[in-house]
């Protein structure tokens, strides 16, 4: 396929920032907007049983009414959410880094384009036709419908697709650009946690060493010296006789051979400096593999905290239904919702003080609101089995759901309980965070950032 023009390169972009908009799905609204709608419903219910009191049939309308209520509510709400959805808008600043990353693949093509193949040099054609199909893969990718840009797995695969044209870019740019790129590469592995760090950082220095030996002497971490030969000594032949002139050449090796029809067939001519962009090469890829996982991973955390926030809401919803049509107590239901509402809004002022001490600098796919919607639920519920807990400890002839200054004290000392649990999510998730961190270069930002 061949390179567009420079204008066209403006009107592809055009094209993915005019089609983003419509990238949002209704599914992925919904997906979006259910992790509170149990709990809603449930307290829809709550409110209509109280205020249906004493009338008959109050124990059916209510789950019936508040179930309906709800479900109206959030089909009609995930319209509009639908547009925040869509690629632009589901991570703003991830898609901006990519429209970024694409314009410059697009100005690094324009400019190498015009320059033919090194004839032997089969490596260089390969890696050219991958560059083309990462960047049409990508303007493929930004434009498709789809639940993924909701749940950050859409973007991690673009992600992928841009470091494999950032890679292969490696094979075809000009030798500064490798050089400064493979200078970057290890100051990003200099403080990185990657176990192989020190095996990636002498095959690096090696491969430059190979390009340009003025320019190794930049790295931190020299290549290994060269055994140097002794050359006082006569040199002799495999008889052992000594000889003064130098030993006859070897005969051509075949690989050494250039291929016929002027370099249109692939070539097994194995050049040092093609090899050495290799190596860079794999460098850069194992670097861009560690960052590409621990960015997945992030995602991962956020997708399963929402799936147990969401199987947690409906538990809470079928076990106060169940109660509502078992034709509870209006005085029980009343205390059991405030102890509820006590240690949600504990919970959630908990969830809100932690947040503003975490590290904000890395994107973490809206982790922090997913654990944001899930305080409030986790605490409530274990205010209520607080309350249950200690007063049938303490005092079992006192009833339970009495509404006193105790039964609040204790409902609000349990609404902190559930940061335990989160706070082992939140220490999964820091720590992928500080693997990011630790592959950042400390002082130089590059031409063509990593950024995810």
Do not use: C
Not at 159 to 175: G, K, Q, S, T, Y
Not at 278 to 307: C, P, S, Y
């Amino acid at each position: 396929m061949d390179t567009p023009h420079a204008n066209d390169v403006h009107l592809n972009l055009d094209t993915v920032q005019q089609k983003a908009g419509s990238t949002g799905t209704y599914r992925a609204a919904l997906i979006g907007t259910v992790s509170p709608v149990p709990v809603f419903a449930a307290l829809m219910s709550v409110v209509i049983f109280i205020v249906l009191q004493p009338a008959p049939w109050s124990n059916l309308i209510a789950p019936l009414g508040g179930t309906v209520l709800t479900l109206i509510f959030w089909l009609l709400l995930a319209i509009p959410y639908r547009r925040f959805t869509a690629v632009d808008l589901a991570n703003t600043s991830s898609y901006e880094l990519l429209l970024n990353r694409l314009y410059q693949i697009e100005s690094w093509l324009a400019i190498l384009e015009p320059e033919p193949p090194p004839k032997t040099n089969s490596v260089y054609a390969l890696s050219k036709q991958e560059v083309r199909s990462s960047r049409d893969a990508i303007y493929q990718g930004l434009i498709k419908k789809s639940a993924t840009w909701m749940l950050a797995t859409g973007y991690v695969n673009m992600w992928r697709l841009v470091h494999r044209a950032d890679e292969a870019f490696i094979n075809i740019e000009p030798v500064e650009a490798v050089i400064h790129d493979a200078l970057h590469d290890e100051m990003s592995l200099q403080n990185s946690t990657l176990k192989n760090k020190e095996d990636l950082l002498k095959k690096l220095s090696s491969a430059v060493k190979t390009l340009d030996k003025r320019a190794a002497t930049y790295l931190s971490q020299q290549p290994p010296q060269e055994d140097k030969v002794d050359n006082s000594r006569p040199k002799t032949n495999n008889t052992g006789l000594a000889y003064s002139k130098a030993p006859p050449e070897e005969p051509p090796n075949q690989n050494n051979v250039k291929p016929e029809n002027d370099g249109n067939t692939f070539s097994d001519d194995i050049n040092i400096k093609t090899q050495a962009r290799t190596i860079i090469r794999e460098v850069r890829f194992a670097l861009h593999q560690f960052r590409d996982d621990r960015w997945e991973k992030l995602g991962r955390v956020r997708n399963h905290l929402m799936r147990m926030t969401i199987l947690t809401g409906v538990t809470l919803y079928a076990l106060l239904e169940f109660a509502i049509l078992a034709d509870v107590e209006v005085k029980t239901l009343k205390a059991a919702t405030f102890f509820y509402l006590i240690g949600a809004i504990v919970g959630l002022f908990s969830r809100l003080y932690d947040q503003a001490k975490t590290d904000t600098s890395i994107d973490d796919f809206r982790l922090a609101a997913v654990r944001l919607i899930a305080a409030p639920l986790y605490s409530g519920l274990a205010a209520i089995g607080g309350v249950v807990i200690v007063q049938r400890a303490i005092l079992t002839n006192v009833n339970v759901f009495d509404l006193n200054v105790a039964n609040f004290l204790i409902a609000a000392v349990f609404g902190l309980t559930p940061s335990l649990f989160t706070n082992a999510i939140q220490k999964e998730a820091d720590q992928y965070k500080t693997d990011l961190k630790s592959t950042s270069a400390p002082a130089t930002e590059k031409a063509k950032p990593l950024s995810l």
